[in-house]
Nanobody
Framework: QVQLVESGGGLVQAGGSLRLSCTAS????????MGWHRQAPGKQRELVARIFSDGTTNYADSVKGRFTISRDNAKNTVYLQMNSLEPDDTGVYYC??????????WGQGTQVTVTS
């Protein structure tokens, strides 16, 4: 059974930082690309950042220079370090794993709220 468990969300003031974690089980983590997506109220879910199995990363323009995605294959965990948070970063953040053979999986989400 595949499980992706996110943690680290919370309430923070604008300019603050949070670090999200997503720990996976039931997948061959090292061969998966991993991504963080977010969904704000009334908006579609959007890709925030992703990291491929070779360590290559890419980011949404809105978070470049502020967010950093990383992975620890030994811990089956992907992280999202979020700095200089803005109210527009508010939303539910979801972890996604994409396995080249088995398809994609989602976590249950963690709420991030940034107050002005």
């Amino acid at each position: 059974q595949v499980q992706l468990v996110e943690s680290g969300g919370g309430l923070v003031q604008a300019g603050g930082s949070l670090r999200l974690s997503c720990t996976a089980s039931g997948i061959r983590f090292s061969r998966n690309s991993m991504g963080w997506h977010r969904q704000a109220p009334g908006k579609q879910r959007e890709l925030v950042a992703r990291i491929f199995s070779d360590g290559t990363t890419n980011y949404a323009d809105s978070v470049k220079g502020r967010f950093t995605i990383s992975r620890d294959n030994a811990k089956n965990t992907v992280y999202l370090q979020m700095n200089s948070l803005e109210p527009d970063d508010t939303g539910v953040y979801y972890c996604r794993a994409i396995d080249p053979i088995r398809g994609s999986y989602w976590g249950q989400g963690t709420q991030v709220t940034v107050t002005s």
